[in-house]
């Protein structure tokens, strides 16, 4: 994993050696030098929350726990119906974030058009697609051996 100067981002296993399906976490520097620790698997929750409250649709997880050499852990992947959904979904997931005591992303692509936003969160990649944008990348299946999970969306 990368960590940009003045945002480190960095995973810490429990043990030397443990394998992917062990819990990590995850530490955020902010630049205030405040440091704050957040579990992986808390990170999710509160990314799909947030998504999930702004009624993100067709949100799916997709686990490279068992991938070698991929750029992170999780991608969440989440359609909005419009670029001001897009930026409100993205809000949510910071905030929700924030509330479960992780972090800012280390970075946030695709806010000026909203067609596709990245949020990196170190282990956890958040992508919110236009519905265009989305079929045409087709994230969901660049690992054929990710397994994908279709969160249920709450009306």
Not at 12 to 34: D, F, L, P, Y
Not at 45 to 65: F, H, M, P, R, S
Not at 76 to 103: F, I, M, W
Not at 127 to 153: C, G, K, M, N, V
Request: hydrophobic letters at 35%; proline letters at 3%.
């Amino acid at each position: 994993m990368r960590a940009q100067p003045g945002k480190q981002a960095k995973s810490v296993s429990h043990a030397e050696g443990a394998s992917h399906t062990h819990q990590s976490r995850i530490i955020i520097q902010h630049r205030n030098k405040q440091t704050r620790m957040i579990h992986t698997e808390q990170l999710v929750d509160a990314v799909i929350e947030g998504l999930q409250d702004k009624k993100g649709q067709c949100i799916t997880l997709v686990n490279l726990t068992q991938i070698d050499d991929t750029i992170c852990r999780y991608f969440v992947l989440c359609t909005a119906g419009s670029p001001s959904q897009s930026q409100a979904l993205a809000r949510s997931v910071d905030n929700k974030v924030l509330q479960a005591g992780g972090g800012h992303p280390a970075t946030v692509a695709g806010q000026h058009h909203s067609l596709w936003v990245a949020l990196d969160y170190g282990d956890v990649m958040v992508h919110i697609f236009l519905p265009e944008e989305r079929a045409f990348y087709d994230l969901e299946h660049l690992w054929a051996d990710a397994q994908l999970t279709e969160i249920p969306s709450e009306d």
